[in-house]
């Protein structure tokens, strides 16, 4: 069965540092990974996705991602954190096309610094 | 373009009473599902339906029931509401494919009390 964790359910930093947002997964077959951003009280966007092929994914807003199938890791990261980046993030895998389900983990809640 | 419409954004029942989320997409989207979100638990999957006439089970869907009688509603409805069913729901439409990102509403959020 798929499922993903998120290490740390918050996560503060100063405006214009490293942001670094942890996901491990867990999957019998390649597994497809994504990145999903919430902002208050609206609906989760797709921030940054992988399905196959080169390792390092870009997304949205300067954000990135790479997929580590030895670390089963797919960590989220952003050079540096704007004021606006303030939200929740939530990892999701799903495992084959044969799975139409997209299991999400537990949510991040970014904090930025002034 | 509406996208993903959820009604209504906020709705307090009492126990005991029934009541049906609705959700419309205009994309024409095969696949569609349903979430609810608590603090600290991420999206937890009800439902979902691969088309018209289809729906199938999901991580919690005790409680609930959806139809899916059209490539564009997909409305659940609970019968007789418990405060464990307080919650903000989400509904979710996607293509059919692997790579297809989803594209949600904006979210109803219920109280039971």
């Known amino acids: 069965a798929q499922s993903v964790t998120q290490l740390g359910s918050h996560v503060s930093v100063s405006e214009g540092a490293l942001v670094l947002l942890r996901c491990n997964y867990s999957s019998s077959v390649p597994p497809y990974l994504f990145w999903y951003v919430q902002y208050p009280n609206q609906g989760l966007q797709l921030l940054l996705k992988?399905?196959?092929?080169?390792?390092l994914v870009k997304g949205i807003n300067g954000f990135e991602a790479e997929f580590k199938k030895s670390e089963t890791s797919f960590h989220l990261t952003k050079p540096s954190a704007h004021m606006s980046d303030a939200a929740e993030y939530f990892c999701a895998v799903r495992e084959d096309f044969g799975n139409e389900k997209l299991t999400f983990g537990t949510g991040t809640r970014l904090t930025i610094i002034p | 373009n509406a996208g993903v419409t959820q009604t209504p954004k906020f709705r307090i029942l009492k126990i005991g009473q029934s009541m049906t989320l609705q959700c419309a997409q205009d994309m024409n989207h095969n696949y569609m599902y349903w979430y609810r979100q608590d603090p600290g638990m991420g999206l937890k999957l009800i439902y979902y339906?691969?088309?018209?006439?289809?729906?199938d089970k999901g991580e919690v869907p005790n409680g609930y029931n959806v139809s899916r009688s059209t490539t564009e509603d997909f409305p659940l409805r609970l019968e007789l509401a418990a405060p464990s069913q307080t919650s903000v729901y989400f509904c979710?439409?996607?293509?059919?494919?692997?790579?297809?990102?989803?594209?949600f509403g904006s979210g109803t959020q219920l109280s039971v009390l």
């Open positions: 992988y399905t196959t092929g080169a390792t």
């Open positions: 339906s691969v088309g018209a006439g289809i729906t």
């Open positions: 979710a439409s996607s293509y059919p494919s692997r790579e297809a990102k989803l594209f």
